[in-house]
């Protein structure tokens, strides 16, 4: 094969339509009823079917073995083209995905608070370009954390594997084919070589990153951790093109069925997943793909009801998920130790309503524009081009303008206030390096610097700085501790150092462990060493202390009362007495290691004066279980200029 052969089987031309289609098998259909319905069932209840997950990997080994199928014969009979190839990806994938899409953003505009709205923003752009996968394992968490279970485009992490394979693999067998013939080898041989090179080195870099605490999620998100996957569909594919393979009969079949089945109940999420146990599930499902097809396995798994669910599968993938995820959004006040469960009453509600949209998708949207004679340029350009162009520019503005936050505001609130802990047009970033507020022209300039929880407080210094002649400026990143060594927080506990000539003082505020753990107490500790050092500085250093925390997120109890019309009295929020106990021992370590402790919750206590997580009027005080919002930060400002003298905030707060 030389070089102009190569190109040819490369070419993104537009081939003639291949003649030798795969014939349709409808118990691959049943196969995907089978792994969606335990998908569903996990996502409602993970304790229903503790291995329903299981159910994405067997999407994966079938996907790979449709896939391989194709590019293997039409590679082999030189028919292969990129755009053939693309345009049947686009048609078949797209159009369902944006209908969703749309309907799901609608609802996100309707029921997300601001900040949550701009996550759903960043997550609508990677999944348009198939790098979701990417973006949730960058975020906090994994995909079986609480929080995961909110974010309504999670589950596009597994289209974005999927895709980026497909990008790889042409290419790859393309390189198979081509060394096959350059050495006179037999194809099959060849490709399987390649098949097996590839799963043992996928199946180790699993391993290797599931093993690892610090990078377990990428071995789950990762296309190359999962690959082995459909490297064992691919693999099935080979062994089924061979006109000798008589397939595989029920002394296979029927016990790889009953394994598959026995997995969805008997693994769980404390397995190392994906790794060697996974390959159990999914040699079951390549098995099940590579029967004949006569007896009783392929009878049950071709039944007209699990085909009519399989036909529909993808878009019951696309649907039930935005669903269950909203659902908890709305009933989720994030009551710690409290996780959402779901009714039964109403997880029949949801799947039903995860079936009739998947229907209407499927009649109305996947069917028609799959079977239309739209060619690679068209659905280019129409299908995935020009509408992916559009979303994007939505995503864009829901990001930038920070969660599009005026669609809350009411005649209570305005929701950029009400539903952050900092003003977002003033400090924008995600770490703030200097952020300036207080006096512009200011006799003195202190720094706040912390984590979220100086950013709480920003809005309470800059009033003070104002009403003092102070400048105040903010070095602050969400998550940090001056114990913590990545980027951003070197960036932020290193800057006082840094700017030391530029300031009169420096304000400390962090967020501190209740618990008496020897891991919690070598913390502070720690942190009692760094302002040690900050007080060598010879500059005047402030530890702010712990404002109170309340069992669920305010802010979610607001938006509740919000969507429906509720009263929050109805809603049963506690406060927590730990603050109390913290500041107790921030108020010792201050004195411990020589500098001013300063305690506004305290002074309002003192005064009788009334600061709960919602005022009389509808406004939060607070925007979630710990953080003050905005509006809470100034009404913090207000109670103290309102209760000491000039020269006493200087004291206290100084």
């Not at 093993?211 to 999620?217: A, E, N, R, Y």
């Not at 503005?397 to 969660?403: A, D, E, Q």
């Not at 706040?448 to 990143?477: C, P, T, V, W």
């Not at 009692?528 to 530890?543: A, M």
């Amino acid at each position: 094969m030389d070089i102009n052969d190569c190109a040819a089987v490369f070419s993104t031309a537009r081939m003639p339509p291949v003649t030798n289609k795969l014939k349709y098998n409808p118990a691959i259909d049943g196969l995907r009823t089978i792994a969606i319905l335990p998908v569903i069932i996990f996502h409602i209840n993970n304790n229903w079917l503790t291995g329903g997950f299981l159910g994405v990997d067997v999407f994966f080994v079938i996907s790979g073995f449709l896939i391989s199928s194709i590019i293997v014969r039409e590679f082999k009979d030189s028919s292969f083209s990129y755009s053939n190839f693309y345009e049947r990806r686009i048609k078949r994938i797209i159009p369902a995905y944006l209908f969703m899409l749309v309907i799901v953003t609608g609802l996100c505009a309707i029921i997300m608070l601001p900040y949550d709205f701009k996550k759903f923003g960043f997550s609508i752009f990677s999944s348009l370009f198939f790098v979701s996968n990417i973006n949730y394992g960058l975020r906090t968490g994994d995909y079986f954390s609480n929080d995961a279970e909110q974010w309504p485009l999670l589950h596009t992490w597994s289209l974005s594997v999927e895709e980026q394979f497909y990008i790889f693999w042409p290419v790859c067998v393309m390189g198979f084919i081509y060394i096959s013939r350059r050495f006179k080898k037999p194809a099959d041989k060849t490709i399987s070589i390649g098949i097996a090179v590839a799963f043992c080195l996928s199946l180790f870099l699993a391993v290797l990153l599931v093993g690892d605490k610090t990078l377990s999620k990428w071995g789950y998100y990762l296309v190359f951790t999962r690959a082995f996957e459909l490297l064992i569909g691919a693999a099935m594919a080979v062994i089924v093109a061979k006109p000798t393979f008589p397939g595989f009969g029920r002394l296979i079949t029927i016990p790889s069925g009953i394994i598959l089945i026995a997995c969805f109940f008997y693994f769980d999420r404390s397995i190392l997943h994906p790794g060697v146990l996974t390959i159990i599930p999914c040699l079951c499902v390549a098995f099940l793909l590579g029967m004949k097809r006569s007896g009783i396995t392929y009878t049950t798994l071709s039944w007209a009801p699990m085909v009519k669910v399989g036909l529909v599968s993808y878009s019951l993938y696309l649907w039930h998920w935005p669903i269950i995820a909203l659902y908890k959004y709305v009933l989720d006040f994030g009551i710690q130790g409290s996780p959402i469960q779901i009714p039964v009453e109403h997880a029949i509600l949801i799947i039903a309503t995860s079936f009739v949209m998947a229907y209407l998708s499927y009649v109305f949207v996947e069917t028609p524009i799959r079977k239309s004679n739209i060619g690679f340029k068209g659905a280019f350009w129409k299908i995935f081009a020009i509408p992916s162009t559009v979303a994007s520019t939505v995503a864009v503005v829901i990001f930038f303008s920070n969660g599009l936050p005026q669609r809350l505001d009411n005649d209570e609130y305005l929701a950029k206030y009400a539903f952050n802990s900092i003003d977002k047009e003033r400090c924008p970033g995600f770490l703030n390096l200097g952020c300036a507020g207080g006096s512009d022209a200011g006799e003195k300039r202190y720094l706040l610097l912390g984590n979220s929880h100086a950013e709480h407080y920003f809005e309470f210094y800059h009033d003070l700085g104002q009403k003092l002649g102070y400048q105040i400026d903010l070095a602050a990143a969400g998550g940090c501790s001056p114990t913590y060594t990545s980027l951003k927080c070197r960036a932020v506990f290193s800057y006082p150092f840094d700017q030391t000539d530029n300031y009169d003082g420096f304000i400390v505020s962090l967020s501190w462990p209740s618990d008496q753990s020897s891991e919690s107490t070598e913390k502070i500790k720690l942190v009692g060493d760094y302002l040690i050092k900050l007080n060598q500085l010879s500059k005047p250093v402030i530890l702010i202390g712990e404002m109170p925390t309340f069992n669920m997120s305010i802010d979610k109890a607001v938006n509740y009362k919000r969507l429906f019309s509720t009263q929050t009295s109805e809603i049963n929020i506690k406060k927590s007495t730990n603050y109390q106990i913290i500041n107790q021992y921030l108020k010792e370590l201050s004195e411990e290691v020589n500098i001013k402790f300063a305690n506004p919750i305290a002074d309002i206590e003192s005064s009788s004066l009334d600061f709960s997580s919602i005022d009389k009027s509808g406004i939060p005080n607070y925007m979630d279980t710990n953080h003050l919002s905005v509006y809470g930060s100034r009404k913090l400002a207000e109670h103290i200029t309102n209760q000491f003298k000039h020269d006493d905030i200087i004291i206290k707060y100084f």
